[in-house]
């Protein structure tokens, strides 16, 4: 539903797709923030309509924050003349911190579950063509695998524990998967203060960080000015990109600088 360039975080249907969930026997909920508002309207439009959760039995990371948010707080909190500002921005950076990531599908752990998820929702909708989804989620069970080797194959010479530079942090699963970190540029949907910039751009030199990955959904003013001082490209790369594997192989060969 929702396509490259658009946020899933703030997305709003189009007449033409409310039209389709009236003809729709299932929606497949991944946990997205545009469906907490919508997928109330979508239930009661159709209400013959299954709503899926295939999300479940997936334990979400905590969304990505700044590295620098806490050294931040203790140098603002010196300046007493910002003392109830402070305070405020204190509590809505703990909100964030609470926060979970439903970037789910960037993991492929996750996405067998997924895949198992929405198998078992097709078998129980339609029963006669069971073999069918059988056979052909089996199928999709061996391109994860082969993602995942390829994967692993390209990553093999770098270091656990390597860095990788974001704009939005959408890619903490896989970095979880591979023992990567990820450094955010923008989070919590604010973008960073002047003295996070330069935190920023001295960690990127330090950690030797080979590009900054921006999507078309965000943008890319703030990633382009942190990449131009360290000398490195900035790459764009969806976590929408509806070619699901061939986009984590060449975020996994960006990182890897191949």
Do not use: C
């Not at 946020?7 to 797709?17: A, F, T, V």
């Amino acid at each position: 539903m929702v396509k490259p360039g658009s946020s899933p975080h703030s997305y709003e249907p189009k007449p033409s797709q409310m039209k389709d969930i009236n003809n729709a026997d299932i929606y497949f909920s991944i946990g997205v923030e545009f469906e907490e508002a919508w997928l109330p309207k979508f239930a009661s439009q159709n209400k013959k309509m299954i709503i899926g959760n295939i999300a479940h039995g997936i334990e979400k990371l905590p969304m990505a924050k700044h590295h620098h948010d806490e050294d931040e707080h203790k140098e603002e909190k010196e300046d007493h003349d910002h003392e109830a500002h402070e305070h405020e921005e204190h509590n809505h950076d703990e909100h964030e911190q609470d926060s979970l990531d439903p970037h789910i599908w960037t993991s492929t752990a996750n996405v067998k579950i997924i895949a198992k998820n929405i198998y078992n929702y097709l078998v129980k909708l339609d029963r006669k063509n069971e073999a069918y989804y059988k056979n052909n989620y089996n199928k999709f069970l061996e391109h994860i695998n082969q993602t995942d080797r390829t994967i692993k194959k390209i990553l093999i010479d770098t270091a656990t524990g390597t860095k990788f530079m974001v704009f939005h942090p959408a890619w903490g699963y896989f970095a979880r998967d591979y023992g990567l970190t990820q450094i955010a540029i923008e989070a919590g949907g604010k973008n960073p203060k002047p003295k996070q910039v330069a935190h920023l751009i001295e960690e990127a030199k330090e950690e030797k960080v080979t590009a900054v990955f921006t999507a078309p959904e965000f943008s890319d003013k703030v990633a382009k000015q942190i990449a131009k001082e360290v000398g490195i490209p900035v790459i764009k790369v969806s976590p929408l990109n509806p070619k699901w594997s061939e986009n984590l192989i060449q975020l996994a060969n960006a990182i890897a600088n191949k």
